[in-house]
């Protein structure tokens, strides 16, 4: 016994000197940076303390930069020493240049942190987290189907899945209760992602369906940052839980392609345009290297996980920008009766004909310029997620905004952080005012090339970003003549009781002391992505235009 205790007692010793070795290592690494004051065995955790306790304990992550930087009066780009609870980060937050620098002149690989997280929704051959050739090879087989030519010729589809979120939101307006709108924002996105990928009407606006409720258990279940969330972090069924789910989503998935491609590629290949088929009849016209064995099985593979992330992505921006667009809308009633004028003169004051004119002459939404101001003002003031990229050994960089500073990226996770960049009042005047009239001209040739990057910057950007910006056209064509919809946070408070309820990525949350963040209380928190606070609890009125709706 007194043997194996002393066994322990040297691992321990090992494993405390080991830990102290690194420490001091990366302490020292730290020297001379452009950085917050920063504690010889602490680093900058107590930095992070400091402005996690001024603000909502379940505030999104991606919003740290920001206030470190503005708290601590820090530059454009600064560096974060957060060892041993997460690698050391290279922030930046305010220097579009240097943010192009590391994504497009020398695109540095996604962080490894960032495939750890996706595995779990997009398996690990993923075209967010793949790297090199693999990557390059599959972005251009799925490219094909989010082509902006192509995906006008599916604004029909679309359609008709906004029609059901419109009859949705006239049941709520009916019904005079409350709705959690990033629940149904978030069925809607994905009906549209069902259709536009694979042709299929998955209805989950109106029934359950189990390609989206094992979706909807694998966010419940993802990786969170606030304290209360450390139980199912840790817990000892999560991993079976990600693992049933996944199993779950492919055998859904695997069915559609075999029902869809029965023929290998046949006459309906061709003569369908949605974007499973496109992908498909280019990797078959694509020359396949040696190692790759029978296309069916190979395409199928990488198809499953292609369709996992685009609906992860897809939930990401687009349920969450919808339900901003509302919230900010109703708090502006100038911008909302813009955009109701726009909508008048391009389809007419009959509301109820939109959809048909829709259908038959899809390019009516390129007349919509302060429609998509619109979109874009809330994706600045709200971007969905930051792309986080990993150091290379020897690669360090300046730029000309902060002349004679070079800064090395071995051994730091590099963050362009689009929230701090997005709310940095050098790029963009008073950055916490709603205006959409940035994105007009001549206002918008005022913003600096990346500075705005919801949708990230270079070769790596998200593939459906023009899919989410036609989509929210669509949605908001079809219902923000029809409906008023406004947040009300105040009545939400009052129903303690049905806190969660419906909600579709929790049953209930802690309460937290700060309840709204630079006077927001739609704030961004992390469920899985950036979601507003409660799921952005509204309600719904009709306006007296298209009571056919």
């Known amino acids: 016994m007194a043997s194996f205790l ?88 305010g220097d579009p240049q240097a943010a192009n620098e590391v994504t497009v002149a020398h695109s540095l690989p996604k962080h490894s942190s960032l495939a750890s997280f996706l595995t779990p929704f997009g398996g690990k051959q993923n075209l967010v987290s793949m790297e090199g050739k693999e990557w390059k090879a599959w972005r251009a087989i799925f490219n094909p189907g989010f082509a902006p030519g192509n995906l006008m010729g599916l604004v029909p589809d679309i359609v008709d899945a906004v029609e059901v979120f419109a009859r949705v939101l006239g049941e709520w307006a009916d019904r005079k209760e409350v709705v959690i709108m990033e629940e149904v924002a978030t069925r809607v996105t994905v009906d549209v992602i069902g259709r536009v990928v694979l042709g299929t009407n998955l209805n989950s606006q109106t029934s359950e369906n189990e390609l989206v409720s094992a979706f909807r258990s694998q966010a419940r279940w993802a990786w969170a940052t606030d304290p209360f969330a450390l139980v199912k972090n840790l817990h000892p069924i999560r991993p079976f839980i990600h693992w049933r789910n996944a199993r779950r989503m492919d055998k859904y998935l695997e069915r559609e392609f075999e029902e869809r491609f029965a023929s290998k590629g046949g006459d309906r290949v061709k003569k369908q345009k949605h974007v499973i088929d496109l992908a498909l009849e280019t990797y078959i016209n694509e020359e396949k290297p040696p190692e790759k064995q029978g296309f069916d099985e190979t395409f199928k593979r990488f198809a499953i996980n292609q369709v996992k992330i685009f609906i992860f992505a897809g939930h990401d921006t687009t349920s969450s920008t919808i339900c901003w667009i509302y919230h900010m809308l109703h708090q502006h009633p100038s911008a909302l009766s813009t955009l109701r004028r726009e909508h008048d003169d391009v389809f007419g004051k009959d509301i109820t004909l939109a959809p048909a004119l829709l259908r038959s002459n899809p390019h009516l939404l390129n007349r919509l310029p302060y429609t998509l101001a619109v979109i874009k003002e809330v994706l600045r003031l709200f971007p969905p997620a930051s792309s986080v990229r990993g150091g290379e050994a020897g690669y360090s960089f300046q730029t000309p905004t902060v002349p004679h500073t070079t800064y090395p990226t071995e051994s730091f996770m590099v963050w362009p952080s689009s929230h701090a960049l997005h709310h940095n009042p050098d790029l963009f005047p008073d950055p916490f005012s709603f205006d959409p009239t940035r994105f007009l001209p001549p206002n918008s040739d005022n913003i600096p090339k990346g500075a705005f990057r919801p949708f990230e910057y270079g070769p790596r950007n998200c593939i459906g970003q023009d899919l989410a910006l036609l989509e929210v056209r669509i949605v908001l064509v079809l219902t923000v003549r029809a409906f008023d919809i406004w947040s009300v946070y105040e009545e939400m408070d009052e129903l303690e009781k049905n806190k969660g309820k419906g909600w579709l990525w929790g049953k209930g949350e802690e309460k937290s002391e700060i309840e709204n963040v630079d006077g927001e209380r739609a704030y961004q928190i992390l469920v899985a992505t950036a979601k507003p606070k409660k799921g952005l609890p509204a309600r719904v009125k009709r306006t007296g235009r298209g009571e056919g709706l």
Do not use: E
């Open 6 to 93: 002393s066994v322990v007692v040297v691992l321990l010793v090992c494993l405390f000197i080991n830990f102290c070795s690194k420490l001091y290592k990366q302490r020292r690494m730290m020297k001379g940076l452009p950085m917050p004051p920063h504690h010889p065995l602490l680093g900058h955790l107590r930095v992070l303390a400091k402005i996690a306790a001024s603000l909502p304990f379940d505030i999104h992550p991606h919003s740290y930069a920001h206030y470190i930087r503005k708290a601590y009066d820090l530059g454009p780009i600064f560096y974060l020493d957060t060892w041993p609870m997460a690698d050391p980060m290279l922030v930046i937050a």
